[in-house]
């Protein structure tokens, strides 16, 4: 079964590479550079160090076959994919069931929905939060589809983890990060599909791409 543990080891690694881009990011804001450079340095020490995870980790996704991984698939990080959406808070919140690609069921609670424009295009999806007993209590998630799946990218969805802020009206959603569940790499795991109302009519050119051709 897929869990968040991997990913936890992801973003413990992640936090090492990102301490020492975090100057980089400061020096670019005082010299009065463009900010979104320190950002696009960030996004791809994050990258390097998911890389590194998947070829040497032991907690691969790619197993036995991690001596031939080689990388990841990436869009160019854009900007224009950093968006600050709208939050919309649901009143009677209810459990959701998503089907996993295993055949069995996954349970999160409703959390909310968020609003935003992308190619002229207004968008709505629903943010859910994880109810699952572990250090991911609580936390949000978003699973979701675009006109890039099956093609571009990953067919069954990508995801997109986010930092519940209390009361908040908005929230940012950076595609840059969207990432393929294991599901992606390997038939060993089980990963919830998006809901239905999570499958946008736009394209989301940004984050991780199809990894098999």
Known sequence: METKAGFMKIRNLVFIVVVGVVALIVFYSFQGK?????????????RTAKNEFMHASDE??????????KALNYYPIDLKYRISANLVAIPNKKVMVLPTSDGLEK??????????????VTNKLLLLEIIDDGPYHGTLFLAFADATSAHETYGAGRYLDLKKI???????????????PYCAYSENFSCPFPPT???????VRAGEKKYHE
């Open 107 to 120: 349970k999160y609670l409703e959390y909310g929905y968020v609003q935003f424009e992308l190619d002229g």
């Open 166 to 180: 209390p009361g908040a009206s908005s929230i940012l959603l950076d595609f840059n990060q969207a990432y393929n």
């Open 197 to 203: 109302e999570n499958i946008l009519r736009v394209a």
């Open 60 to 69: 691969s996704p790619f197993g036995d076959q991690k001596k031939d991984f």
């Open 34 to 46: 463009d900010l979104g450079r320190g950002y696009e340095v960030e996004i791809k020490s994050e």
